[in-house]
């Protein structure tokens, strides 16, 4: 089969490569899936660059993707869930990523059926930025009535969140430009501020949660208008010692953690507020949670464009290039 590879990490970034490598093999748990179309991300040019090997120290070569959409075409014998032909998605194993290719081998337990009126392209912009949204509320607990400010919120993550966020029954804000406000007004946003007009340090005070999708250079403007006793989760930000004991790291890297994120930890400090980084793991019963959402109120999902896995270099640049209007999707089967 034919497979995007990475062969080491490079902080400039480089190619992939695409090479032809076995189909892989299907244990007792997994599924093999014949994928049709695969989400880009930040968090593949974040794998490329060495961002991420703290978290998950990849080994080489590697078959990158992290999400991806397809149909079952083998199971292995304990699976009970699933059969030949189901149509499914899913965010890839943390350790075992691979969604760039023309086949992957995936637990039973990372997949959840696809909503049936997504088309291909349009469900792989749902899985791991749907559940990076569903994880950050898990963390945040928050309750109807609530206020979130979701910064940056026009992009392929707030596609996905701030749908998420009205179905928790929360007050939705989010920042970006003017061009976008009305797509994101259709997904459910109750303010929109244009950054290019409005600073939303200076008109927002009191804001129950933040969702932070940009990182340290946001991050103080984003504490100063999170109320006492908020709490703020990061997609962007430093890995801290909570999120080391949260993930069960090893003591060694609970400690460097610990250190990495304590000047978010102090800030946080001051106002008795909570500071969360989040790394989205694979959930096949959080998957199968917004496949429900997503039928029930036939959430639109945002393609922005898409490419063939022959250009999956293209693909990966035009993600970090930003001011994207939805996901970067890469095709990789036709339709069936």
Not at 219 to 246: D, Q, T
Not at 261 to 272: C, E, F, I, S, V
């Given at each position: 089969m034919k497979a995007a590879i990475l062969n080491g990490y490079n902080k400039n970034g480089c190619d992939l490569i695409l090479k032809d490598i076995p189909i892989p093999d299907v244990g007792t748990q997994e599924v093999l899936v014949k994928i049709h179309t695969a989400g880009v991300n930040p968090l593949d040019n974040m794998i490329i660059h060495g961002e991420v090997k703290m978290i998950v120290p990849y080994k080489f070569p590697l078959v990158m993707g992290n999400e991806f959409v397809g149909i079952i075409e083998k199971i292995g014998t304990g699976v009970s869930k699933y059969s030949v032909g189901d149509r499914v998605y899913g965010r890839m194993p943390l350790t075992k990523i691979g969604a760039f290719a023309e086949y992957a081998a995936i637990n039973q337990n990372a997949i959840a059926k696809v909503p049936e009126y997504l088309s291909d392209e349009e469900a792989a912009c749902v899985p791991l930025t749907a559940l990076t949204a569903l994880q950050a509320f898990e963390l945040m607990q928050p309750k109807a009535g609530e206020t979130i400010f979701i910064s940056g919120g026009t992009g392929s993550l707030g596609a996905m969140a701030i749908p998420v966020a009205k179905n928790y029954g929360l007050t939705v804000i989010t920042n970006g430009s003017a061009a976008n406000r009305d797509r994101v007004l259709a997904l459910g946003v109750d303010r929109f501020?244009?950054?290019?007009?409005?600073?939303?340090?200076?008109?927002?005070?009191?804001?129950?949660?933040?969702?932070?999708?940009?990182?340290?250079?946001?991050?103080?403007?984003?504490?100063?208008?999170?109320?006492?006793?908020?709490?703020?989760?990061?997609?962007?930000?430093?890995?801290?010692?909570?999120?080391?004991?949260?993930?069960?790291?090893?003591?060694?890297?609970?400690?460097?953690?610990?250190?990495?994120?304590?000047?978010?930890?102090?800030?946080?400090?001051?106002?008795?507020?909570?500071?969360?980084?989040?790394?989205?793991?694979?959930?096949?019963?959080?998957?199968?949670?917004?496949?429900?959402?997503?039928?029930?109120?036939?959430?639109?999902?945002?393609?922005?464009?898409?490419?063939?896995?022959?250009?999956?270099?293209?693909?990966?640049?035009?993600?970090?290039?930003?001011?994207?209007?939805?996901?970067?999707v890469i095709k990789i089967a036709e339709q069936y």
């Open positions: 501020i244009d950054y290019k007009t409005e600073d939303y340090a200076e008109v927002l005070s009191d804001v129950d949660y933040v969702l932070d999708t940009l990182g340290d250079r946001e991050l103080p403007k984003e504490f100063g208008i999170l109320k006492n006793g908020g709490k703020l989760v990061s997609l962007r930000g430093m890995p801290n010692g909570e999120f080391a004991v949260r993930t069960g790291m090893p003591v060694f890297k609970q400690f460097l953690l610990k250190i990495a994120g304590r000047k978010y930890d102090q800030m946080a400090a001051k106002r008795n507020q909570s500071y969360y980084f989040i790394f989205v793991h694979e959930d096949g019963a959080g998957l199968e949670r917004i496949s429900e959402i997503f039928a029930e109120s036939h959430i639109e999902a945002s393609v922005d464009e898409v490419f063939h896995l022959d250009n999956v270099n293209k693909a990966l640049a035009k993600v970090a290039a930003g001011k994207s209007k939805g996901k970067t």
